[in-house]
């Protein structure tokens, strides 16, 4: 693969193909032999053949043109009854049975109210909006380590250096903290990086956060930008990351056994 931008390779060619992805930093971060797991373990498809409403709430807000190609409605059934019950079974297993993703009726509904209120915030409606490319794939060759990277950004406007990434988040109040657990200012860090090196500006990246829990009747969203210091802080751990990476790859040693402690109440407990 060529350093350069694709807008024509799959989602699944993109993340079974080659370069280091984000995602596969957040297992070099755990352990370099996560990152080696997760590439030969087996997948159970009877779990991943189930709808990702995030997902669906991705295509529907960036791809709306080709959701109907990915995603089939079901029927209005009352579950109540057998005839209901076997009615939605058979949909399911007709959309099993052509590769189309299914979504219910009230999960449609849900989706449908989710993309509505994103396009009810005025900044999301304007990101959404702008004329842009949506899920286009930048690979770079690292400088400084001369590993091949690579993201898929959500979405980067034309007319100016803006990246916007969706995210679908449970609790809009806890988002600070999926910032963290999730990695999300590696992510912030690294599709920045990307994205200057393939077109020479440092640009703007942004989190459109929609949540699938309702307050006050209402599906709450919000778009972020974070901190400076965290932007700083996730390029430090992106440099680790890919440094680590790296050495892995130079050495052929992918490691193995990780180090465990035991609860941090259970060590100051033995204190007492």
């Known amino acids: 693969m060529k350093p350069g931008i694709y807008h024509d390779i799959s989602n699944s060619a993109y993340h079974s193909g ?3 992805s984000k995602s596969q930093l957040d297992d070099i971060a755990i352990s370099p032999a996560i990152y080696q797991w997760r590439k030969s373990a087996p997948i159970d498809e009877e779990k991943t053949a189930a709808l990702d409403m995030g997902t669906a709430l991705h295509c529907l807000l960036l791809e709306p ?17 057998t005839a209901g019950r076997e009615e939605e079974q058979q949909f399911f297993e007709r959309c099993k049975r052509e590769g189309i993703t299914p979504i219910t009726h009230d999960d449609d509904r849900k989706l449908k109210l989710m993309r509505d209120s994103a396009m009810a915030h005025t900044g999301a409606r304007w990101l959404l909006e702008a004329e842009g490319c949506c899920e286009s794939s930048i690979y770079w060759r690292d400088e400084e380590t001369e590993e091949l990277c690579r993201i898929r950004p959500d979405k980067f406007l034309n007319a100016q250096p803006v990246i916007a990434d969706v995210k679908k988040v449970a609790d809009m109040e806890r988002f600070s903290r999926h910032v963290e657990e999730f990695r999300y200012h590696v992510q912030d860090a690294m599709y920045r990086e990307g994205y200057l090196k393939q ?24 778009v972020f930008e974070l901190e400076t210091e965290d932007v700083e802080a996730g390029y430090r751990e992106f440099r680790r990351n890919l440094t680590t990476y790296h050495e892995c790859v130079a050495t052929g040693n992918w490691g193995g056994v990780e180090k465990l402690a035991r609860p941090e109440w259970a060590r100051r407990r033995d204190q007492l």
């Open 18 to 20: 080659p370069g280091i």
């Open 65 to 81: 043109e080709i959701f109907s190609q990915r995603f089939e409605i079901g029927p209005d059934v009352n579950r109540r009854t």
């Open 199 to 222: 077109f020479g500006e440092y640009p703007l990246f942004v989190f459109i956060a929609v949540s699938e829990t309702i307050n006050c009747g209402r599906y709450p969203v919000r």
